[in-house]
């Protein structure tokens, strides 16, 4: 099993943190706890498969207000999430005074309108008022459109295993983006 693609929120981000627009129809709001079933089920539907035990653990971690739902106007129905969670230790890499930027989805109906784009800034500037200097989010390969958003949100590909500059390079060609490993992360 490959480790993770690991993107870092680079200091340049950290000073002047992303500013999108929610596109009109929808509106921005947090978590609530009545909301719990209904997020566990929004987590599976998207292949995140979370036990009772295994969600009470991620509410842990889950920042004061760092769990932020995107709503469609009209039906009422949250199409998209991102949560801002301390994590200074991932399963790839540890990150001192850690957060991760996680569990990021928009419904497939909702997508290409700059909902990933909106919450997944959401999550980064409630990470950056909380005093975190180190950010990142953990994903995987084949989630295009989601490494599409980090990447114009100004995240930096973490080039921390022998693998990771192909795997990069493989993922701007599939992109159509001019990959650059002047604007990666080393270790």
Known sequence: ?????????????????????????YYARNYREDDKLNYKRILEDEGW?????????FF????????YFLVN????????????????????YTFPFGGDIGFVFTNPVHRNKGLG????????KRLISSGYKSIRIVTNDH???A??????????????????????????????IKFNLEVCIKI
């Open 1 to 25: 099993m490959k480790n993770a693609l690991i993107l870092l929120c680079p200091s340049e981000l950290l000073q002047s943190p992303p500013q999108p627009v929610l596109p009109k129809g």
């Open 49 to 57: 498969k979370l036990s009772n035990e295994e969600l009470d653990e």
């Open 60 to 67: 842990t971690r889950v920042l004061p207000d760092g769990l």
């Open 73 to 92: 106007e009209e039906s009422e129905e949250i199409v998209a999430s991102a949560v801002a969670l301390h994590n200074p230790k991932s399963s790839y």
């Open 117 to 124: 784009l909106y919450v997944t800034s959401l999550a980064t």
């Open 143 to 145: 989630r295009l459109p």
């Open 147 to 176: 490494l599409k958003t980090y990447l114009k949100l100004g995240f930096k590909p973490f080039l921390y295993s022998s693998d990771m500059e192909e795997r990069w390079e493989n993922v701007y060609k599939k992109l159509e």
